[in-house]
């Protein structure tokens, strides 16, 4: 069964406007990485926060981590055309950290 | 710009063919990664290799045929396909296998767009 979730599966916003979407998985993590991916492209990590942290910053982005609800949340602030892409949660879950992708949350910034 | 290279980026071959998919990573890293890119499905880990040697395995059928020459070079063997194998074939790489409580960033490649005729 899939690992990790995101929801919306689809995200349509203007620029400046901030988006959100969430993940949530089922076991217990050791960490969560955030990745980002154009249109046919390979992934770009984001950002990772670790199981004993609860919020983390890196420029636009804001991602918080609540392991009570086994969910995690990336913010993206004042967007821009060029956030444009699919963004992916991974969680790594076991003994040696087997990354498990979720599907991904599509999003698209219009000018 | 990742340190991760594919090649070819795009193939398209018929299912009797035999064609292979290139990684190289220019980053030091120890652990490597093939992984299968579906539309609409989440990735899908097929092979770990850690210091050129198989770790995993996950459940790919033969018709896949992973090579680790050495840190810095992965390859996928491709051999009577299906149509259904058509997907975006990722590489990644990682400074180290996973242990536990620590989980290294992977960095991937630009992807090969595989279509299966």
């Known amino acids: 069964s899939q690992q990790g979730e995101e929801d919306p599966q689809a995200l349509s916003i203007q620029e400046g406007e901030n988006a959100t979407m969430n993940c949530s998985y089922k076991?217990?993590?050791?960490?969560l990485q955030w990745y980002r991916q154009n249109s046919g492209r390979g992934l770009v990590h984001l950002i990772l926060?670790?199981?004993?942290?609860r919020e983390k910053h890196s420029g636009r982005l804001r991602v918080t981590l609540d392991t009570s609800k086994k969910s995690s949340s990336l913010l993206i602030t004042a967007s821009r055309a060029a956030d444009t892409a699919s963004y992916f949660c991974a969680t790594a879950t076991d003994s040696w950290g087997k990354l498990q992708f979720g599907a991904g949350t599509q999003v698209v910034v219009t000018p | 710009e990742t340190g991760v290279t594919q090649t070819p980026r795009h193939l398209v071959m018929g299912m009797t063919n035999k064609k292979s998919l290139k990684c190289e990573q220019h980053?030091?890293?120890?652990?490597m990664y093939w992984y299968k890119q579906s539309a609409k499905k989440p990735l899908e880990l097929m092979f770990v290799?850690?210091?050129?040697?198989?770790?995993e395995n996950n459940s790919v059928p033969s018709r896949f045929s992973p090579e680790c020459p050495n840190s810095s070079h992965l390859f996928l063997h491709l051999h009577t396909l299906q149509p259904e194998d058509s997907a975006l074939y990722l590489c990644?790489?990682?400074?180290?296998?996973?242990?536990?409580?620590?989980?290294?960033?992977?960095?991937f490649g630009p992807g090969t767009r595989l279509t299966v005729l």
């Open positions: 990644a790489s990682s400074q180290d296998l996973p242990a536990s409580g620590s989980t290294d960033t992977q960095y």
């Open positions: 076991t217990s993590i050791n960490n």
């Open positions: 926060i670790r199981s004993n942290e």
């Open positions: 980053l030091g890293h120890n652990a």
């Open positions: 290799y850690n210091f050129k040697e198989q770790t």
